[in-house]
T-cell receptor
Framework: GNSVTQMEGPVTLSEEAFLTINCTYT??????LFWYVQYPGEGLQLLLK?????DKGSNKGFEATYRKETTSFHLEKGSVQVSDSAVYFC????????????FGDGTTLTVKP | EAGVTQFPSHSVIEKGQTVTLRCDPI?????LYWYRRVMGKEIKFLLH????????ESGMPNNRFLAERTGGTYSTLKVQPAELEDSGVYFC?????????????FGSGTRLTVV
């Protein structure tokens, strides 16, 4: 079956610190990989995605590279801001599942000024 | 373009009562999904509609949950009777594309608390 394992939280950082949130996966088939973000009081938003090995997804200063050899899709940002405080979810979707996605547990990030 | 709308945003009900959650997808999106996050754990798939048809309901936990999408527009998810373990956040999402799509558009979720 499919599964996603995320780094456990919560994570607390100071502004301008470097962020890494680890994500590894197992999948039957060739998955597409996603990071979603949920800001306080809002719905889930797609942050970035990658659909094949060695692809790098990027958005709003966040990056993640699809590593097939290590089955990983770690999220990174060089300098976090207070406004990045949110819950981050790693997810995968395999074509054969007709759009159904498998999510990780979510990692809560708090950035302090 | 309006996003995915869910209501109510919060609901507190007693064990044994009935609750109906509603989701309005983005206009023109044939695919509608229900997910839920229980006790701060992973977001789990419940079911998938293509228009008014249930494409996949493998994630529905038991027969106390009933989802409908009459007319292929908005969808409702009814829990009857509600149990304590049904508490969590219920998300709805819609998309145009299937497969390893472009990511869904999610609603803000309904936080259900069963006491």
């Amino acid at each position: 079956g499919n599964s996603v394992t995320q780094m456990e939280g919560p994570v607390t950082l100071s502004e301008e610190a470097f962020l890494t949130i680890n994500c590894t996966y197992t999948a039957t088939g060739y998955p597409s990989l996603f990071w979603y973000v949920q800001y306080p009081g809002e719905g889930l938003q797609l942050l970035l995605k990658a659909t094949k090995a060695d692809d790098k997804g990027s958005n709003k200063g966040f990056e993640a590279t699809y590593r097939k050899e290590t089955t990983s899709f770690h999220l990174e940002k060089g300098s976090v801001q207070v406004s990045d405080s949110a819950v981050y979810f790693c997810a995968l979707s395999v074509n054969t599942n007709a759009g159904k996605s498998t999510f990780g547990d979510g990692t809560t990030l708090t950035v302090k000024p | 373009e309006a996003g995915v709308t869910q209501f109510p945003s919060h609901s507190v009900i007693e064990k044994g009562q009935t609750v109906t959650l509603r989701c309005d997808p983005i206009s023109g999106h044939d695919n509608l999904y229900w997910y839920r996050r229980v006790m701060g754990k992973e977001i789990k798939f419940l079911l998938h509609f293509v228009k008014e048809s249930k494409q996949d309901e493998s994630g529905m936990p038991n027969n106390r949950f009933l989802a409908e999408r009459t007319g292929g527009t908005y969808s409702t998810l009814k829990v009857q009777p509600a149990e304590l373990e049904d508490s969590g956040v219920y998300f709805c999402a819609s998309s145009q594309a299937l497969g390893d799509a472009l990511g869904y558009t999610f609603g803000s979720g309904t936080r259900l608390t069963v006491v």
